[in-house]
């Protein structure tokens, strides 16, 4: 059973151009997420997922470097990006995580992988995008599905939301598919470590600098840190994640 951690990536974010190879803590991002990611305990493979624009060169060119499997693929149909990559990985689980997580756990990444494992889901997650609500932090969010599921959804998925954001399809219409979600007690939802922006950047690389080992850091230790300095998470308080059913107005403009 080959478990591969597909990470989506790409340097064309709208709202922050380029980063996903920024600095945080002396490291480009996505090289946290990745190291950070192979410490998963029940991952095998991990690779990048990104485009075939001429923008996305350089991460091409940072996974050559550093030995990191990358697959090159469509810029806004991320559903067969991701497809195509578990394609050629051979894989048959995909764990899906995206390239401004740099907090990534791999903890938290085995904790989904044994509730997928346990419950016999079709798809299984640590939170859905707004507007449903989530209890753990936005910047540990973990999907997970079989390779057999993925190429239902990509053979089946026709709206452009199920194409861009990749695994809506599984959970967009109750009762399609079985459908867990690993659940935190207390809430912790409201606390906001992805880099989407500017801001989440600078909070990002204040929490960083505060963290001894920040490669094995877990998420209770990030906890730890804005729960003694509130002051951080006010950075990023204006920034707010995107719904699921939006997408990206430059892929409308192709059409």
């Known amino acids: 059973m080959k478990t591969t951690l597909i990470i989506q990536a790409r340097m ?17 991002m996505l090289e946290w997420v990745v190291r950070r990611g192979t410490l998963a305990s029940k991952v095998n ?3 990048v997922a990104t485009t075939d624009d001429p923008a996305d060169d350089r991460i091409a060119t940072w996974c050559a470097e550093n030995e990191v499997l990358c697959y090159r693929g469509s810029v ?49 997650a ?9 209890t753990y932090p936005i910047g540990l969010d973990v999907e997970v599905v ?13 709206l452009p939301f199920e194409r861009e954001h990749v695994m809506p399809w599984f959970y967009a219409v109750e009762g399609r598919c079985k459908v867990e979600i690993l659940d935190h007690e207390p809430d912790c939802g409201m606390h906001r470590w992805t880099v989407d922006t500017p801001d989440d950047h600078r909070l990002l690389e204040q929490i960083f600098a505060k963290l001894p080992d920040p490669m094995h850091a877990t998420w209770y230790d990030v906890l730890e840190i804005v729960k003694a300095d509130p002051d951080l998470e006010r950075i990023n308080a204006t920034t707010h994640a995107k719904r699921v059913d939006i997408v990206d107005e430059r892929s409308l403009r192709q059409k």
Not at 126 to 134: A, E, G, S, V
Not at 146 to 158: C, D, H, M, Y
């Open 12 to 28: 064309g974010s709208s709202r922050l151009p380029g980063k996903v190879l920024l600095d945080i803590g002396g490291k480009p």
């Open 76 to 124: 806004f149909d991320v559903l067969d990006r991701f497809y195509q990559a578990a394609l050629m990985a051979e894989s048959d689980r995909v764990v899906r995580v995206t390239g401004d997580c740099p907090l990534i756990d791999p903890r938290v990444i085995d904790d989904v992988l044994a509730l997928f494992e346990t419950t016999g889901a079709d798809f299984a």
């Open 146 to 158: 079989s390779f057999s599921g993925l190429a239902r959804a990509w053979r089946e998925a026709s």
């Open 45 to 47: 493979a991990v690779i």
């Open 126 to 134: 640590n939170r859905l995008p707004p507007p449903w609500h989530r």
